[in-house]
């Protein structure tokens, strides 16, 4: 009786053990941190015709305020903590859209306005220049590739 109760004892202890292994269980990997320029976005300027810009579950769509192109990208990668990303384009239409295989991206939110320098291909991110305005500070001249956004409600 003694050594039945014992292997009953051992055998609930080892049932008990087998639960706790690191094999039976497995981790949950975390979410990745959503990218921080999820939103509606309308073009403030400095010399690309009017158009809107959505950022939505992994892409970007550009379309023309008065209906006359659209152009859609895939997000490739996004670095909140550097303020970067990278875009692939995938399709569009109309006489006028930004188009290209790639584009690498560098931005600044700064409350509701949003300040991207793009540039072509993904060899390096670019410096972003004239932050909050898209203009030279000598000159006023706008700056190639910089966009300026306000946030739609």
């Not at 006359?68 to 303020?83: R, V």
Request: charge should be negative.
């Amino acid at each position: 009786m003694r050594i039945s109760w014992l292997a009953t004892a051992i055998a609930v202890a080892m049932l008990a053990l087998a639960g706790c292994s690191s094999d039976s269980t497995t981790a949950t990997p975390a979410p990745a941190e959503a990218f921080e320029l999820d939103a509606s976005w309308i073009y403030l300027g400095p010399s690309d015709v009017p158009h809107e810009l959505k950022i939505d579950d992994g892409s970007m769509a550009f379309t023309d305020v008065g209906g006359n192109w659209a152009s859609n990208w895939a997000i490739k990668s996004y670095d909140n903590e550097h303020h970067q990303f990278r875009l692939a384009f995938t399709s569009g239409t109309g006489a006028y859209l930004p188009v290209g295989e790639s584009e690498s991206a560098t931005y600044e939110l700064s409350g509701t306005l949003l300040t991207i320098q793009l540039t072509p291909g993904v060899a390096s991110y670019p410096a972003l220049q004239g932050a909050g305005t898209c203009t030279g500070a000598a000159d006023g001249m706008p700056i190639a590739g910089c966009k300026l956004y306000i946030k739609k409600n």
